[in-house]
């Protein structure tokens, strides 16, 4: 069977549980997590969205993991959470996304996912204020960041 086409755009949200800032994003995920092992949780709310027929439209889901190691490495076991408003199908719809499945950014990490823990619904709460903003969901996720702003008077 063919995997429906999809889209989907919203709002992303990523923590880490390294100093400061990711050493990751410099390293294309080669370098080892500030504290050995990394603990991450990335958050999409679907602003808009499709997956075939089935509207994804309002839809935050978050993506849990752990990595032993550098994340070039592998061996990531990970989990989802899908808002509770979710029906059966846009569960379904997302966990393919998500997972690499159905194609799109994710297949490339889909190959270093040594075990997928299932995904489950959760109320998933997003606050926005600026550059400051949390996700929080029934004591599963609490997660919260504010932008590094730069100093704009030493610009041309």
Known sequence: MATPSWSISGRYFET???DFVCPCILTQMTAR???GACTFAMTLH???GSFGHVSLDGIP???LGMTPGPMSEGNWSIGLI???RASDQQQEAITAIASGTAGGPMVPLAGLIGKFLGAERAPI???TDGVKWSVTTDGLVDMAAEGAMGDRSTQP
């Open 125 to 127: 709460a997003i606050d």
């Open 16 to 18: 880490c549980s390294c």
């Open 61 to 63: 889901f978050i993506v």
């Open 46 to 48: 679907i602003e808009r």
């Open 82 to 84: 899908v808002d509770e």
């Open 33 to 35: 997590p500030t504290k």
